[in-house]
């Protein structure tokens, strides 16, 4: 009786999302069909701008009248859809090819076959106002995959493209940066590059002058695969964001990656997290940030970079004037840490600070909130997970909202007595 109650509820939430796209007060923008449910529901879904739905894509009937109703919609920029298959893609792109605000697509843990791409291919073409997809986690069949691997090398549409997941062969990737111009935004986490795959990409990187941002997280690339990326930053004159958390770099790797951010002047953000940089890493991260005066965003969370280390860079964040994010979560802080992030949040003009799971307490709650009277410029201040506040410490916190100029979310978790 649960699971019919359940299906018959989800059922008519997909008919409330046709019913929605199609109606001319539609206000939508952002659709989002997958896992989760999460729009305001006082307003309705037809005058919300963006709405996350539980909706299962399997059955035919509803992707045909989820295509009817794209087909009559004309608000919608993004469109997210998880778990379409058989056929599911080809027919959703009738819809695709004149959508006339659509602009960016995300296909999620979906089965697309040589039809399905082939007519996709098409929808893009034709419709050159997408210029975001991406296809997180999806299964391509037969040679379907070389077909929408050919049209992305040639694309000059497509500026923004994420492949979470993908198999493809590492030459693709290479293949990417040489050929799409238009590509300034790719994300390639968990693509199984591994020093290889990281070698090419960097023969890539070296002559590629538009991608601004490169995501390779999760794919065991280790200190060798750091030190083709960091041959490569040496080169590089464009590339602003490099993201590569969880890669198995240790101290060797990041001195490859600190050393080619002597040279580099156009990098402003970099994320090393969940690599075991160790003390020896933390002194390559120090001497980097003595000479590099370009870089204002820095993430470290959870590289172990030990109590003497974790010192070491909270000491020479605080001499810096440029930082605008800093993510040092699980950082192995010791009570030399917090008075250095205090001075580093009065010399810098921080938009964003995670300081999670360092089993920071009341008295650091009290530094950091007075801290913040000397800061204008903090947007965003994450104190969760592992750390120990009790209803004393979220007190001085909670009155840093009431008379910073700036602040918009704090994230705090209490210990409970």
Same mark, same amino acid.
């Given at each position: 009786a649960a699971a019919a109650a359940a299906a018959e509820e989800e059922a008519q939430r997909f008919g409330e999302v046709c019913t929605a796209l199609a109606s001319a007060r539609c206000a939508l923008?952002?659709?989002?069909?997958?896992?989760?449910?999460?729009?305001?529901?006082?307003?309705?879904?037809?005058?919300?701008?963006?709405?996350?739905?539980?909706?299962?894509?399997?059955?035919?009937?509803?992707?045909?009248?989820?295509?009817?109703?794209?087909?009559?919609?004309?608000?919608?920029?993004?469109?997210?859809?998880?778990?379409?298959?058989?056929?599911?893609?080809?027919?959703?792109?009738?819809?695709?090819?004149?959508?006339?605000?659509?602009?960016?697509?995300?296909?999620?843990?979906?089965?697309?076959?040589?039809?399905?791409?082939?007519?996709?291919?098409?929808?893009?073409?034709?419709?050159?106002?997408?210029?975001?997809?991406?296809?997180?986690?999806?299964?391509?069949?037969?040679?379907?995959?070389?077909?929408?691997?050919?049209?992305?090398?040639?694309?000059?549409?497509?500026?923004?493209?994420?492949?979470?997941?993908?198999?493809?062969?590492?030459?693709?990737?290479?293949?990417?940066?040489?050929?799409?111009?238009?590509?300034?935004?790719?994300?390639?986490?968990?693509?199984?590059?591994?020093?290889? /795959? %990281?070698?090419?990409?960097?023969? +890539? *990187?070296?002559? #590629?002058?538009? =991608? @601004?941002? &490169? !995501?390779?997280?999760? $794919?065991?690339?280790?200190?060798? /695969? %750091?030190?083709?990326?960091?041959? +490569? *930053?040496?080169? #590089?004159?464009? =590339? @602003?964001? &490099? !993201?590569?958390?969880? $890669?198995g770099i240790t101290a060797k790797g990041v001195e490859s990656i600190c050393a080619a951010l002597h040279l580099n002047v156009a990098l402003s953000s970099i994320d090393l997290g969940d690599n075991a940089i160790g003390e020896r890493g933390a002194d390559f991260v120090c001497h980097m940030l003595r000479i590099n005066h370009t870089l204002t965003a820095l993430f470290l969370s959870g590289t172990s970079p030990t109590p003497v280390g974790a010192a070491k860079i909270c000491m020479q964040l605080s001499e810096r004037h440029t930082m605008t994010q800093l993510g040092l979560s699980f950082f192995d802080f010791s009570e030399e840490c917090v008075p250095h992030i205090c001075r580093a949040l009065a010399a810098n003009p921080l938009q964003l600070l995670v300081l999670r799971g360092n089993a920071l307490g009341d008295g650091d709650a009290r530094m950091l909130t007075t801290a913040l009277v000397e800061n204008c410029t903090l947007r965003h201040l994450d104190l969760r997970c592992g750390n120990t506040f009790t209803d004393v410490g979220v007190a001085y916190l909670a009155s840093a909202v009431s008379f910073h100029p700036s602040l918009q979310s704090l994230l705090i978790c209490t210990l409970v007595l």
């Open positions: 923008r952002v659709l989002c069909l997958g896992e989760c449910t999460r729009y305001d529901r006082s307003k309705g879904l037809v005058r919300c701008k963006r709405a996350w739905l539980h909706v299962i894509l399997v059955e035919w009937e509803r992707l045909r009248a989820l295509t009817e109703a794209l087909k009559a919609n004309s608000t919608l920029t993004t469109l997210e859809l998880s778990g379409v298959h058989g056929g599911g893609v080809g027919l959703l792109a009738a819809a695709l090819q004149s959508h006339p605000a659509l602009q960016r697509i995300r296909f999620h843990r979906s089965v697309l076959g040589l039809n399905d791409v082939a007519q996709l291919v098409a929808a893009l073409k034709s419709n050159t106002r997408v210029h975001n997809i991406g296809f997180p986690r999806c299964i391509f069949i037969g040679t379907a995959w070389d077909v929408l691997a050919d049209y992305l090398k040639a694309s000059t549409a497509i500026s923004e493209l994420n492949l979470y997941g993908s198999r493809a062969k590492e030459q693709f990737f290479s293949d990417l940066l040489c050929f799409c111009n238009s590509l300034t935004k790719l994300y390639l986490p968990d693509v199984r590059l591994c020093a290889y /795959g %990281a070698q090419m990409l960097a023969a +890539a *990187l070296r002559v #590629n002058h538009h =991608l @601004a941002e &490169l !995501n390779i997280t999760y $794919n065991s690339i280790g200190d060798e /695969g %750091a030190r083709y990326i960091g041959e +490569a *930053l040496q080169a #590089n004159d464009t =590339l @602003a964001v &490099l !993201n590569l958390e969880d $890669n």
